[in-house]
T-cell receptor, first 118, second 117 residues
Framework: GAGVSQTPSNKVTEKGKYVELRCDPI?????LYWYRQSLGQGPEFLIY????????DSGLPNDRFFAVRPEGSVSTLKIQRTERGDSAVYLC????????????????FGPGTRLTVL | AQKITQTQPGMFVQEKEAVTLDCTYD???????LFWYKQPSSGEMIFLIY??????QNATEGRYSLNFQKARKSANLVISASQLGDSAMYFC??????????????FGQGTILTVHP
């Protein structure tokens, strides 16, 4: 079956512009995660959804960042007034369940969107 | 709060040899999961292996095994019989049990593995 897809694969924008990044999770996966990966670093958590609701948005760096998942499937990460420091690869992942601790529900990652803010 | 530490920025190994990639973690959660992911130069994150904190035996998946030492809070990845295609960045990650760590992964800084022919 199809994996997680993300569009666009690359996005170049100018400082101050608005961008939207889209994530299409694996069909039937209820949990969806957004991470940000800067060059040479590990991914950092931004937000996760269980169904349509944002269960944890503690990783969003500031109020310029917002994400939605209106029908519990596709999600859009929105960044307003982009800054050069927002340049990174934005990764989306989905999982068949949101469960913590020792339960094995691996997250399947998409190929990422490389955002460059000039 | 959870923390993953990978102290090896880069590792080199000869083809067909075994290599160990180090990972230590810190958490106050009594229940947690540890993951290893591979990220080739193409950028996708590939799941390799999982270890639950209550698992009695070390996890194995083909050429990958996880050396889990709970008392030392370490979860090292062992790759046996290295292949050229193993050259990539490797990330150790943890998933917590509750509170703000519930469900999300916390990643280490990564280790770049280079396999020489």
């Amino acid at each position: 079956g199809a994996g997680v897809s993300q569009t666009p694969s690359n996005k170049v924008t100018e400082k101050g512009k608005y961008v939207e990044l889209r994530c299409d999770p694996i069909s039937g996966h209820t949990a969806l995660y957004w991470y940000r990966q800067s060059l040479g670093q590990g991914p950092e958590f931004l937000i996760y959804f269980q169904g349509t609701g944002a269960a944890d948005d503690s990783g969003l760096p500031n109020d310029r960042f917002f994400a939605v998942r209106p029908e519990g499937s596709v999600s859009t990460l929105k960044i307003q007034r982009t800054e050069r420091g927002d340049s990174a690869v934005y990764l989306c992942a989905s999982s068949s369940a949101t469960s913590g601790g020792a339960s094995h529900h691996e997250q399947f990652f998409g190929p990422g969107t490389r955002l460059t803010v000039l | 709060a959870q923390k993953i530490t990978q102290t090896q920025p880069g590792m080199f190994v000869q083809e067909k040899e075994a290599v160990t990639l180090d990972c230590t973690y810190d958490t106050s959660d009594p229940s947690y999961g540890l993951f290893w992911y591979k990220q080739p130069s193409s950028g996708e994150m590939i799941f390799l292996i999982y270890q639950g904190s209550y698992d009695q035996q070390n996890a194995t998946e083909g050429r990958y095994s996880l050396n889990f030492q709970k008392a030392r809070k370490s979860a090292n990845l062992v790759i046996s019989a290295s292949q050229l295609g193993d050259s990539a960045m490797y990330f150790c990650a943890m998933k917590g049990a509750g509170g703000t760590s519930y469900g999300k992964l916390t990643f280490g800084q990564g280790t770049i593995l280079t396999v020489h022919p």
